[in-house]
């Protein structure tokens, strides 16, 4: 048997540098996004290191870099995608 995946328009966000100093200097959220560990300079603004993971409703954590998009599901969940699997997998709709 064979199948075609139903056509669901998704919300998702690209993960950028930018965004990623918002939430680690600034405190600002990114849906679905947590910051598990990070070593700043908080004066400076420098980042040494971090890393931010997504947890799923299935129970997985997983990592997410810049450029990996954040897919948010059918039930608000979110998950990551990496970039070369978006631009597989989904294109761009007229809002």
């Not at 930018?18 to 990114?30: A, S, Y």
């Not at 996004?33 to 129970?59: A, F, K, M, N």
């Not at 997410?64 to 709709?93: L, M, N, R």
Request: glycine residues 6%; contains cysteine; neutral net charge.
């Amino acid at each position: 048997m064979k199948f075609r995946k139903k056509p669901v328009v998704i919300e998702a966000y690209q993960l950028t540098k930018e965004m990623i100093e918002g939430l680690l200097f600034d405190k600002k959220e990114l849906p679905g996004v947590r910051v598990s560990s990070s070593h700043l300079h908080p004066s400076s603004r420098v980042i040494y290191s971090y890393v931010l993971r997504i947890d799923t409703l299935e129970g997985e954590t997983y990592k997410v870099d810049v450029g990996d998009w954040i897919i948010k599901g059918v039930k608000g969940e979110f998950y990551p995608c990496k970039p070369d699997i978006f631009e597989a997998t989904y294109e761009k709709v007229d809002a």
